[in-house]
């Protein structure tokens, strides 16, 4: 009678004796010893091979590192709304493409360096959307970074008050792969706050990805930009690789509100 190849293995137990846990926690490696002790006390592990459960074991590790790695990014991301996402996005009586959210949840935009556009009114959901599209950014490892423009321009007026610091806050906001900038064009932009603005876009464009939340239409954007050569530069920066999403017709403040 043949016997199956799953019944002549043996029981692979890895000890660990005090002296090389000790040795993996000096070397960094306590989610080895955590991966091994999971196995030793789970009898279901017993029956694979010892290469069979390294690779496990490594497998664990990498999973939990980059679990550790994704929260780091989202928390470092700074969003504005901390538990968007995209499974909760409201669709119903709202306008909204369901299925353009969907693919644009993958991401993929930024590998060619597309910007989004969240236009509508307030109250209308910009924020989330745009939020929410930033967490799936940091899901698969992409280093990303929320702000709302009027704060960054802040940012700018103490920089100018010490050496390079215009040159680093530019360099800054200029290596996020992705940028989430809110309230954007909420206030009129000094000549000084447009070439800031300029600089930045420039130094973004066509090897990153940023995100825009604005009330205002496309239609609109070039008085509110000064309506000089800057508008003219950032415009033609911006507009012709960007997808705009019309954030939809409920107000979702109003809509929270009377659904608590």
Known sequence: MSVGRSTIRKAVTIMLNEDTRRKLRELNLSELIEAFDIQDNDPSYMSFSLDERLMMAVDY???????????????????????????AIHYADRGIDRQLMMELSTCQFIDTSTSLIFHGFTGSGKSYLACAIGRQACMQGIRTRYIRLPDLLTLRDEAVLTRQGITKLLKKFSSYKMLI??????????????????ELIERRHDCTSTIFCTQYKKEDWHARLGGGVHADAIMDRIVHNAVWIYSGNINMREYYAKHK
């Open 61 to 87: 590790i990498y999973q939990k590192k980059f679990n550790s790695k994704v929260q780091r990014l989202i928390k470092l991301s700074k969003f504005r709304i901390t538990n968007a996402t995209i499974q």
């Open 181 to 198: 900038l809110d309230e954007f064009l909420l206030n009129d932009l000094s000549d000084d706050e447009q070439h800031f603005l300029f």
